[in-house]
């Protein structure tokens, strides 16, 4: 049996436009790293993070330790593990930092202690994580994070996730203006009800979509990639938002929306060359406001968590 483990659990882009809550997938080559070692007692401690400041030490209040928790609990285990957390995703970027660390963690401890859960299951464990960081357990981060690639959530009660089939071609260019937003602020903004009209667009979107991806039709998808519910609300907290969303639009992205709460934004393109074409014109209009920005482009990755050591 393992006495320890490296792991690694993607980023993630979630809502997909139409999809608030619902839709998301995960990122190639872009995620948080974690070690985990068997103790011999029953304490959960982190002994280091990487990567990124003012993430909690206390076990109680770190997205990791409190999922791997929720898995002890429902295993009835008392085990005790020392976490070593690589953060490669910024915390408030929209690209799904506490989930692939939740992620990560019990997919790190499922696997020592000998592969009891599904992957599937895990993601009840994971969501335990993101309500501590999002005071919401929400799947739409978490889900594609651990299982990988595109999949949608049907119902929270009970728990119902599926994969669907996207074109393997599909590229994503994501952009990152280097500002902050917590998504439990951004979820504060947003209404309880919404406009029958409103409505009736959006389960059209989301339709249109998951046709789009199903059967790897790019305009349909483009078309598709619209928000009318929550982009109009959240799209106020990013700077130069509807500015960026027209540029690479005139570029050749096929869509454009925000990235979970932001301020990530994010884009499909089909035609390689686009990708340049939107990065240098994220860089032009950010640079003009002296505002740093993180751009690139990524496939959509396909294992989700996995072991690396």
């Not at 080559?29 to 011999?40: K, M, N, Q, S, V």
């Not at 959960?44 to 030490?57: A, F, N, R, Y």
């Not at 504060?188 to 406009?195: A, Q």
Request: hydrophobic letters at 45%; aromatic letters at 6%; glycine letters at 8%.
């Amino acid at each position: 049996m393992r006495k320890s483990i490296k792991v690694f659990a993607p980023a993630t882009v979630a809502n997909v436009g139409c999809g608030y809550d619902v839709l998301g997938f995960a990122l190639e080559g872009y995620g948080d790293e974690l070690i985990l070692t068997r103790r011999d007692d029953e304490r959960l401690v982190i002994t280091s993070i990487e990567g990124v400041q003012g993430i909690p030490l206390d076990p109680l209040k770190n997205v990791s330790t409190v999922a791997i928790q929720a898995l002890l609990t429902d295993l009835d285990l008392n085990q005790g593990f020392d976490l070593r957390i690589k953060k490669n995703i910024a915390a408030g970027s929209g690209l799904g930092s506490s989930a692939s660390s939740a992620a990560a963690a019990v997919y790190a401890a499922n696997e020592i202690l000998g592969s009891p859960k599904s992957k599937l299951e895990l993601i009840n464990y994971a969501m335990v994580g993101e309500k501590l960081a999002s005071t919401k357990a929400h799947a739409d981060n978490v889900a594609p994070s651990v299982l990988g690639g595109f999949t949608a959530v049907r119902s929270y009660e009970p728990l119902d996730v599926f994969n669907i089939s996207y074109p393997e071609s599909l590229k994503v260019v994501v952009i990152f203006p280097q500002i902050e937003i917590k998504t439990s602020d951004a979820k504060k903004m947003l209404r309880d009800e919404v406009k029958l009209t409103d409505a009736v667009k959006q389960w059209g979107n989301m339709a249109g979509l998951i046709s789009g991806l199903i059967e790897q039709d790019f305009e349909r998808i483009g078309k598709s990639l619209q928000d009318v519910i929550v982009e109009p609300v959240r799209s106020i907290l990013i700077p130069f938002y509807h500015q960026m969303k027209t540029l690479a639009l005139k570029k050749g992205a096929l869509g454009f929306s925000i990235s979970g709460s932001g301020p990530s934004m994010f884009c499909f393109i089909k035609e390689a060359d686009a990708s340049g074409r939107i990065i240098d014109a994220a860089r032009v209009l950010y640079g003009a406001h002296e505002i740093e920005v993180i751009s690139f482009v990524s496939g959509i990755n396909k294992q989700g968590a996995k072991i690396i050591e």
